[in-house]
DNA sequence: CATCAAACATCATTATTTATGATGCCAGAA
DNA sequence: TTCTGGCATCATAAATAATGATGTTTGATG
């Protein structure tokens, strides 16, 4: 019957994004989860605070002064969050970062950009490598992430944080012949050019591994271009099908399309952080374990 | 890794009260669980807080500070607490509450003196009355308190919440030769002069049942006091012993000692609510309720 | 006007967190 | 030294919250 601070916080969040999936993906939480605790928070205050409105939600009069009280809270507790990070001395300084390179040109921009808006004075340099190196370097750097099986010659020297899935999709053009169907199998492909990604790429790896299992004989491969962004172009300009992470896609892209591969090709997605991690780098992965789980869970970029 | 609110309500009681067990009766916790708030707060700072020092704690400097940040936190939460009371019209406004003799004497002072400090505009009226008396005022008075077997006659009319059990005890000068004993039985107290509650009280029905089970024969009265402090200062003048509630020594009482009966005698506390509460009396049970099942719990005034 | 898509609510289940009671340990008082 | 009061630790149990699937409403689209 109490008022849970938690909860204010996410209320703050619901004003601040307009809409409750808005508010849940901010706290990094599913929508439903959102809903249930607006739903107690209003429930221990006694009185509606807001009601849906279009697409998303507009505030009561109670709920407008209820902000006001809310907003200070989350105020105080933003300040002592700050105090405590004062506390470990790391209002500045950098971060080096290594990340594969599906990771480093796809999810990690939209992180960083986060992580900056709260950490403005920490710089983070980000190294963009394919996973042997990324392993390789893990002694020199802060952090690695990578989405490849991991090997065997890693445990000793680094944490290794499970993330999530990563999902191989195939990229074509919005109007393609094959765009009509909802899943795409490898044999299927076959019918089309296709795109390749360089030799050393883990994607390609994949693929070709499972290529030869599906249809029994390896790839004839045509095209091969280097790096992700090479292969997308490529595609806009109708040079054939591509295979990539899901989220590869630029944000906005309005020529291509996805669609998911039958049987599924799936890729552990990992964090590594050395055994002794700098306060600093530790912030970071506090940011970026739930950022980039809420959006591998979710599928979404 | 994050820092929890709530943790941070439970450091605030801490540094007021001085202790963690102190801390804890504030909260209406147990003092393991307030031990694990403030290490789980710790562990998300980064830094110790405070030490143990002599018969309570003492904050480090990093402590100190932190003080200051999480009291703004504390005094919003109080703030906008009192805003959402505001929102119902309870600054304001009077209760009536009906208790057994027992309770109303012992536990409800002390309780309700807490509960004014929290809600100072809020007068509470208190009836004591035997436990026949309360059930039958439910219709008129907006909360009940017991210590009693519930007739079978209340179910329509009021929710009941069980609070824990009362336990009955003898009350002797502290040198009295049966205080050597950690636990009495009624056959031995049938060898020293008794000092019985009026007809009619709840005390003294239990006593009589359980005195005819434990001897074979009903006790023979020979004291009669009407009201438990009646019978408390009998003891003081040695007219014999006394059995009361395990709550009903008063505070700071320097002349009197309390021994467990074997087999123990328990009786249910319960509240009673009408089936439409107003949100005045809401307040005040969302107030009693923990307040009381602590005390209960915990076996202490 | 009918259909579609987006956004929120609800539900059953699972997972995580939290509190509890018992126990052990340490410091200060007798 | 022994005893007492207060805090930490542990295993277990209870409460709480998150998830994924599903249903419902609203605004947009053809």
């Not at 295979?243 to 896609?249: D, G, H, I, N, T």
Request: charged share 15%.
């Amino acid at each position: 019957m109490t008022i849970h601070p938690d909860h204010l916080l996410s209320f703050v969040a619901l004003v601040q994004t307009g809409s409750v999936s808005g508010a849940a993906q901010s706290r990094f939480l599913t929508q439903p989860a959102m809903s249930n605790q607006l739903k107690r928070l209003q429930e221990s205050v006694g009185m509606p605070l807001y009601r849906r409105k279009g697409r998303g939600v507009q505030l009561t009069g109670v709920g407008e002064d209820f902000y006001i009280h809310a907003l200070k809270v989350q105020q105080s507790m933003q300040a002592l969050n700050s105090f405590a990070d004062e506390l470990h001395g790391l209002q500045a300084g950098r971060i080096y970062l290594s990340a594969s390179q599906t990771i480093a040109g796809s999810l990690l921009p939209a992180a960083l950009v986060s992580f900056h808006q709260r950490y403005p004075q920490i710089e983070v340099f980000v190294d963009s490598l394919n996973s042997q190196q990324v392993f390789e370097r893990m002694e020199h750097h802060d952090l690695g992430l990578v989405e490849s099986p991991l090997p065997s010659s890693v445990p000793e020297c680094c944490t290794v944080v499970h993330l999530g899935e990563d999902k191989l999709v195939a990229v074509m053009p919005k109007h393609h012949p094959l765009a009509v169907s909802s899943s795409i199998t490898l044999a299927q492909l076959d019918a089309y050019p296709l795109i390749w990604r360089e030799q050393g790429s883990g994607t390609r790896d994949i693929l070709e591994r499972e290529w030869l299992k599906a249809t029994g004989k390896p790839p004839r491969i045509q095209l091969c271009m280097g790096g992700v962004s090479a292969v997308l172009e490529s595609v806009r300009q109708g040079l054939g099908i591509g295979m990539v992470s899901q989220f590869c896609l630029p944000t906005g892209e309005s020529m291509l399309t996805t669609r998911p591969l039958h049987p599924q090709l799936l890729r552990p997605m990992s964090l590594l952080q050395p055994s002794h991690t700098s306060p600093l780098a530790k912030k970071l992965v506090d940011f970026l374990v739930p950022y980039l789980k809420s959006r591998l869970y979710s599928n979404l970029p």
